[in-house]
């Protein structure tokens, strides 16, 4: 394990924020379903069940799990990598990977946003 450096602190911090962007582009993406889903008291429910799995380091998930929980819905992802940076122990491959998961995940949630508010047909009339 790393010494906690001034560089590993704005590591944390760069990636931090990293991954407060990708909950906000889950969130974001799972409320959009509201335009056409009549209740959505349990998208909350969904959200927290699988950001539950962000509990566990991306190592601890088996190869397919992995890459599923690291790119596909990346909340391993958002545990392991701003932990690993302030270690100072961090995989120059997540290091790359964190800003562009995060504007991607940004970037699919405001074009389904988009998307949503396109094909919105109102309740009322």
């Known amino acids: 394990m790393g010494s906690l450096t001034l560089a590993n602190v704005l590591a944390l911090i760069l990636f931090l924020i990293c991954a407060m962007l990708i909950v906000y582009a889950i969130w974001a993406l799972l409320h959009t379903l509201a335009f056409w889903l009549v209740k959505i008291e349990n998208i909350s429910q969904i959200f927290f069940a699988v950001f539950e799995t ?5 190592g ?7 890459v599923f929980f690291t790119v596909v819905v990346p909340v391993a992802f958002m545990t392991t990598v701003p932990a690993s940076a302030a270690a100072g122990t961090l995989d120059w491959r997540y290091a790359v990977a964190a800003p562009l998961i995060a504007l991607i995940g940004l970037w699919l949630s405001h074009r389904f946003w988009q998307f949503a508010l396109r094909h ?3 309740a009322s009339s």
């Open 54 to 58: 962000a509990r566990f380091p991306v």
């Open 60 to 66: 601890a998930f088996p190869g397919v799990l992995r």
């Open 120 to 122: 919105y047909t109102s």
